[in-house]
């Protein structure tokens, strides 16, 4: 079933807030996320919230813009502003290393040059 944080009167789209999920620990078995964490300011806290709504040995999807892929680390975004509204300007490295340490195993990572993205597969220890 599809969530969002404004459903904007979408029947079918259950509302929910990424850094507090309502679904029971260990009760999914697979997530998809598209083009969502980096929207998130506190988005570690996200990463645990997705984790922790995993089953074991279950996988999350997820795709995000990084915009350097030879640094270690993003930067902040000057002035809060971005025309997109995203948080952070990221390093696919610092997102790798993230994921890893809030606990997740990285299953594969994919980037897309042209357009700056990762598309990360990644799956919940048992």
Known sequence: KPIDLDPG?????????????????????AII????????????TAATELLRVLAPRG???????????????????????????HVRYFSAR????????VGFIIMRATFNFDYGAMLAILCKPE
């Not at 979408?10 to 029971?24: G, I, M, T």
Request: proline share 3%; hydrophobic share 45%; with cysteine.
């Open 9 to 29: 009167g979408n029947k079918d789209v259950q509302r929910e807030n990424l850094l507090h999920l309502s679904f029971a620990s260990k009760s999914i078995g």
């Open 33 to 44: 996320s598209c083009d969502t964490i980096e929207h998130i300011a506190d988005y570690r």
């Open 59 to 85: 996988a999350l999807v997820i795709h995000f813009p990084v915009y350097f892929f030879d640094k270690a680390n993003g930067v902040a975004i000057r002035d809060g502003v971005d025309p997109w509204e």
């Open 94 to 101: 610092e997102m790798l290393a993230m994921f890893h340490e």
